[in-house]
């Protein structure tokens, strides 16, 4: 099956009066499948928007090859641009507009049967508050309202730059919910973020990004998998004595107030075993499998604070930083 974008030795420097050169994408490739929940992942400047932003001919690229859905780009891209919805820059609203009058106006200029303005904000909850003014909104709801934008045209491809910017957490779960159900239809979702256990949630493949090239790609599994260091957290009532058994056993061991942890371990059956015939009983072994903060964290060196718990899906999400987007340079 031929990709839905395939980006291959994307380049980008920008110079500006200020700060110079600064090259942005260096030899970057990406490929999204049909179908796909794809995640881009980087950390702040890493990249991700000076990339969505030249495969959608918004910036010129230095040098590379990308085309999406199987046309060029940027050169053929408006043969296909009907098929595909992005949401790169966040959009601005007239406040005094309402949701539907704000749709019925982008599906008039867009050659868009206004049929599809309804059915568009029923795919991202708002239908029944569509006719109220976007000035009453929250970020959560202009943000969907924006995905409807990109909805209108009904693509099969959706592009979204950091949509969970800015968002509360049940923003946050708001849109990830709204990201799983387009994909159930079918769409296929590119979705860069810098937040890890976002990308982790939603995503089935991801991209990741540092310095402007691709340090991974693959299935999130597959990716994880690759840091997978077979340790096992082990809860014993005296860690201090059943650390010095298990060393005595030739098991590397970190100890922490109240557990474990034991490195490289074939069979836990042993930890168990050297345990239990010493009487020290073993009250939890659990494997620790890796997650994509330590990998992405291992990929990237990207600066974080060691006092920050480890994330794993399911928790409260750890946000690595807000972007900084230099307003005053100019592209080259
Ligand atoms: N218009 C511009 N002029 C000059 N430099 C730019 C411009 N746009 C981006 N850059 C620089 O290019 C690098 C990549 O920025 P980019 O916005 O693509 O990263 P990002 O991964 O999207 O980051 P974030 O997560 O913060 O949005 C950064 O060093 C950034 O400062």
Same mark, same amino acid.
């Given at each position: 099956?031929s990709?839905?974008?395939?980006i291959s030795?994307?380049? !980008?420097t ?6 110079g050169r600064?090259i942005?994408?260096?030899g970057?490739?990406l490929r @999204? +499948?049909p179908?796909?929940i794809?995640g881009f ?6 990249g !991700?928007t ?6 959608l001919g918004l910036v010129r690229a230095?040098g ?5 859905l199987g ?5 053929d891209?408006p043969r296909v641009?009907?098929?595909v919805g992005a949401i790169?820059?966040s959009?601005q609203f ?5 949701a539907?009058r704000t749709l019925r106006?982008?599906?008039l200029a &867009? #050659?868009?049967?206004?049929s599809? @303005?309804?059915?568009?904000l ?11 003014r976007?000035? #009453?909104?929250?970020? &959560?709801?202009r943000q969907?309202l924006?995905?409807a934008?990109?909805l209108? !045209?009904d693509?099969?491809l959706?592009?979204?730059? +950091?949509p ?5 957490p049940?923003?946050i779960?708001?849109?990830r919910?709204?990201t799983r159900?387009?994909?159930?239809t ?5 979705i ?7 990308i982790?949630?939603i ?7 540092s310095?402007?090239r691709?340090v991974a790609a693959?299935r ?6 690759g840091f997978d260091?077979? +340790?096992?957290?082990?809860?014993v ?13 030739g098991?590397?061991?970190e100890?922490?107030?109240d557990h474990l942890v034991v490195?490289?371990v074939?069979?836990?059956e042993?930890?168990?075993r050297t345990?239990g015939e010493?009487?020290?009983? @073993?009250?939890?072994l659990?494997p620790?499998?890796?997650?994509l ?5 291992e990929l990237?060196?990207?600066?974080t604070?060691p006092?920050l718990p480890r994330q794993?899906? &399911? ?5 690595? &930083? ?6 005053? +340079?100019?592209?080259?």
């Amino acid at each position: 099956m031929s990709p839905v974008i395939e980006i291959s030795g994307l380049r !980008k420097t920008f110079r500006s009066l200020r700060h110079g050169r600064r090259i942005a994408v260096d030899g970057f490739d990406l490929r @999204v +499948e049909p179908g796909q929940i794809h995640g881009f992942l980087g950390p702040n400047g890493s990249g !991700k928007t000076t990339t969505l932003r030249a495969l959608l001919g918004l910036v010129r690229a230095d040098g590379g090859q990308m085309s999406v859905l199987g046309a060029r780009a940027p050169y053929d891209l408006p043969r296909v641009a009907g098929r595909v919805g992005a949401i790169v820059e966040s959009p601005q609203f007239f406040g005094n507009f309402t949701a539907h009058r704000t749709l019925r106006l982008l599906a008039l200029a &867009g #050659g868009v049967p206004t049929s599809r @303005v309804d059915e568009a904000l029923d795919l991202v909850g708002l239908r029944e508050r569509g006719h109220e003014r976007v000035r #009453g909104y929250s970020l &959560g709801m202009r943000q969907r309202l924006a995905v409807a934008s990109a909805l209108l !045209k009904d693509p099969e491809l959706l592009i979204l730059d +950091e949509p969970a910017n800015g968002l509360d957490p049940a923003g946050i779960r708001e849109m990830r919910d709204l990201t799983r159900s387009l994909a159930a239809t079918g769409v296929t979702v590119l979705i860069s973020s810098h937040i890890l256990a976002e990308i982790q949630l939603i995503c089935d493949h991801v991209t990741i990004i540092s310095d402007g090239r691709q340090v991974a790609a693959g299935r999130v599994d597959d990716v994880l998998a690759g840091f997978d260091r077979h +340790e096992i957290r082990v809860g014993v009532a005296e860690p201090d004595r059943a650390a010095e058994l298990l060393r005595g056993a030739g098991l590397a061991v970190e100890t922490y107030p109240d557990h474990l942890v034991v490195g490289a371990v074939a069979d836990p059956e042993l930890i168990a075993r050297t345990l239990g015939e010493q009487g020290v009983w @073993v009250r939890e072994l659990t494997p620790l499998r890796p997650d994509l903060e330590s990998a992405f964290l291992e990929l990237t060196g990207a600066p974080t604070d060691p006092l920050l718990p480890r994330q794993h899906p &399911g928790e409260p999400v750890i946000d690595l &930083g807000t972007p900084t987007h230099p307003a005053t +340079e100019v592209d080259a």
